[in-house]
Nanobody
Framework: QVQLVESGGGLVQAGGSLRLSCAAS????????MGWYRQAPGKKRELVAT???????NYADSVKGRFTISRGNPKNTVHLQMNSLKPEDSAVYYC??????????WGQGTQVTVSS
């Protein structure tokens, strides 16, 4: 089993920045990739960014050029640097880990609110 714990959410004005962090514990050697998803009220959960163990990244078009995903040291952590935040970025952000057997693990979520 893998446990994921997010931190770093909060309230920020439009144009501001936030940094989310996620720490994985448990059978972390089984994690092949980590990422961030978000879900706004009344909307489906959507991909924000992912990063593989080899460092390959993938971003949603809506956040390209504004958000940066990175692995921490130790590599059981993942960060999401969010710059130039917009009100439409407001959502609950979830950390995600995918095992080598394609099992998905989720954190409890952290709220990000961007005021206009």
């Amino acid at each position: 089993q893998v446990q994921l714990v997010e931190s770093g959410g909060g309230l920020v004005q439009a144009g501001g920045s936030l940094r989310l962090s996620c720490a994985a514990s448990g059978i972390i050697f089984s994690i092949n990739a980590m990422g961030w998803y978000r879900q706004a009220p009344g909307k489906k959960r959507e991909l924000v960014a992912t990063i593989t163990n080899s460092g390959s990244t993938n971003y949603a078009d809506s956040v390209k050029g504004r958000f940066t995903i990175s692995r921490g040291n130790p590599k059981n952590t993942v960060h999401l640097q969010m710059n130039s935040l917009k009100p439409e970025d407001s959502a609950v952000y979830y950390c995600n880990g995918i095992s080598t057997r394609a099992t998905a693990y989720w954190g409890q979520g952290t709220q990000v609110t961007v005021s206009s």
